[in-house]
Antibody, heavy 124, light 107 residues
Framework: EVQLVESGGGLVQPGGSLRLSCVVS????????FNWVRQAPGKGLEWIAY???????FYADSVQGRVTISRDNAKSSLYLQMSSLRAEDTALYFC??????????????????WGKGTTVTVSS | DIQVTQSPASLSASVGDRVTITCRST??????LNWYQHKPGKAPRLLIY???TLQSGVPSRFSGSGSGTDFILTISSLQPEDFATYYC?????????FGQGTKLEIK
């Protein structure tokens, strides 16, 4: 079964750090690009980070400089190291596999498989 | 950044109804537009990619259309399991922004 399972969330004080993990199964991890997406309480989805198979990395401005996305192909795992956490980082964090459909010279990207998320709460 | 705006923000409908949700971007995004369904406690589900391509396993009552700046998600005949929140997302540029969501509720 194709599956992504996030872990590592919890309660952390403002200014603290946390490392989220996403373990995948059912497909070859090293062949895919991945994203982290979050959902603050009562809010919509927010894309925050991307990593390619060749470790090209992009971040949303809201987390740039405070989070680091990484991957370990040997462990079929994706990570999000979060530091200098703020109350506004309180959210449900999802990992998502990225695929693309190719039409001529164009690549149309989409997130086809998602985990159920892990909750991060930043509060004193 | 490219902004995508969905309307309506919420919608009440009955089983069997035809429903449309719109998504408008601030720039021309060609067909770099996806639609997702999300229910509380569940993983988000991809419905439509590249504006109109139905993801494998998604019922044919879901369809997408549009290009450029204006897009539509249509559910032809609502089923009980369709009550959820729907999001569009543009993928032409980083950051890959989502719309604010449309909550579809039972009337």
């Amino acid at each position: 079964e194709v599956q992504l399972v996030e872990s590592g969330g919890g309660l952390v004080q403002p200014g603290g750090s946390l490392r989220l993990s996403c373990v995948v199964s059912g497909f070859t991890f090293r062949d895919y690009n991945f994203n982290w997406v979050r959902q603050a309480p009562g809010k919509g989805l927010e894309w925050i980070a991307y990593i390619s198979t060749s470790n090209s990395i992009f971040y949303a401005d809201s987390v740039q400089g405070r989070v680091t996305i990484s991957r370990d192909n040997a462990k079929s795992s994706l990570y999000l190291q979060m530091s200098s956490l703020r109350a506004e980082d309180t959210a449900l964090y999802f990992c998502a596999r990225q695929k693309a459909t190719i039409r001529g010279p164009y690549y149309y990207y989409y997130m086809d498989i998602w985990g159920k998320g892990t909750t991060v709460t930043v509060s004193s | 950044d490219i902004q995508v705006t969905q309307s309506p923000a919420s919608l009440s409908a009955s089983v069997g109804d035809r429903v449309t949700i719109t998504c408008r971007s601030t720039q021309n995004i060609d067909i770099y537009l996806n639609w997702y369904q999300h229910k509380p406690g569940k993983a988000p589900r991809l419905l439509i990619y590249a504006a109109s391509t139905l993801q494998s396993g998604v019922p044919s009552r879901f369809s997408g259309s549009g290009s450029g700046t204006d897009f539509i998600l249509t559910i032809s005949s609502l089923q009980p399991e369709d009550f959820a929140t729907y999001y569009c997302q543009q993928t032409v540029r980083i950051p890959r922004t989502f719309g604010q969501g449309t909550k579809l509720e039972i009337k």
